[in-house]
């Protein structure tokens, strides 16, 4: 599993510093949550986040929503009153690596708290959220509830708008989802979705049992900002404030890159069927070719390769339609580019 690993963190890595391009960074994700207290919910409801960047609030503020979903709407996160509860993050800063809590004022976290409401008796920011003495924040069951990060002013978020991290619980989706998953709750792009709205089949985290926290275990890798191990998510009765189960890396494996004077051609790309790989040196000799898929699995891995004209030509015919990462090893260093099966 560990080799995996590393073979993942390695690959991905590679591929960022050869096409000089990264991913942003969400710059707070979620990490732990406690949606049902023991006895009266209400304003003991937090949310664990961890900083993956130095952020000022005044000058890039985010906005944390809690759905409670009885039947969502087409508003979606904004849809308010007993279905949605807003928390405006505008004040303060983070520095990355650290864990912060957002909830209600009675929460018993004891780290640094960016926003706290006392839910009991308030309702939400910008008037999204009526207050409530039994919680504002969803329990699960058989209709999910989430939470959803937003690096943007609350005033304005709308129904389209997608959060840069976000996380379902409960036992069903039920009435989360609405007009067959067409409209609602919008999702982000990061370990767990794949954007778009709530859908039937959508991941959810385990149901919030009475007097226990939601945790989330996994790696975040934030020179490259790439999950290079996605979150698990457990029901746990241990709490740990101001620490996660979370890991926030920031070290790139140790990279042997080819140099421009031996330089690897991959083409077509897009392809069908085949791809093939061309020396640009006929100097360079290819020891190991693999097929990497964007989760890190590999797909194709060719350790006895037969070149002809300086090109090596791969059947590709298994390869579902998608993106994928072609590494080339050679004696003069490891070559990796983004190709997509089309």
């Not at 996605?230 to 009765?237: D, I, M």
């Amino acid at each position: 599993m560990f080799k995996h690993l590393s073979k993942t963190i390695f690959t991905l890595s590679l591929l960022l510093i050869c096409n000089a391009s990264f991913s942003q960074s969400p710059g707070l994700i979620i990490s732990e949550f406690f949606a049902n207290p023991l006895s009266t919910d209400s304003c003991r409801e937090y949310v664990e986040l961890i900083a993956t960047k130095n952020i000022n609030f005044s000058a890039t503020p985010y906005t944390v929503v809690w759905s409670n979903n009885g039947t969502a709407t087409s508003k979606g996160w904004v849809a308010g009153a007993a279905l949605s509860y807003a928390f405006s993050i505008t004040t303060g800063s983070v520095n990355k690596g650290d864990v912060v809590y957002v909830g209600g004022s009675c929460m018993a976290a004891t780290g640094s708290k960016l926003r706290s409401i006392n839910t009991k008796y308030n309702n939400g920011d910008g008037g999204i959220g009526t207050y409530n003495v039994n919680g504002v924040m969803g329990n699960g069951g058989s209709n999910a509830d989430g939470i959803a990060v937003f690096d943007k002013l609350l005033s304005t978020i709308d129904s389209s708008t997608a959060p840069i991290d976000a996380i379902f619980y409960g036992t069903g989706m039920g009435t989360a989802v609405i007009s067959g998953g067409t409209k609602g709750l919008t999702l982000p792009n990061n370990d767990t979705y794949t954007g778009g709205v709530l859908l039937s089949t959508s991941y959810l985290a385990p149901d919030a049992v009475s007097d226990s926290l939601i945790t989330a275990s996994g790696e975040y890798n934030t020179t490259s900002n790439t999950w290079t191990t996605a979150r698990s998510w457990v029901s746990r009765k241990t709490v740990s404030f101001a620490s996660s189960f979370v890991k926030i890396t920031s070290t790139l494996s140790n990279i042997n890159s080819l140099n421009k004077s031996n330089t690897i051609s991959i083409y077509p790309n897009p392809f069908n069927q085949q791809i093939s790989v061309k020396l640009d040196n006929p100097n360079n000799k290819i020891t190991l070719i693999r097929i990497i898929n964007l989760i890190g699995v590999e797909i194709i891995s060719l350790n006895e390769i037969t070149i002809k004209n300086n090109k090596v030509s791969i059947p590709t015919t298994q390869l579902k339609k998608g993106i994928y990462f072609i590494e080339v090893t050679t004696n003069n260093g490891t070559f990796t580019q983004k190709v997509i099966n089309n």
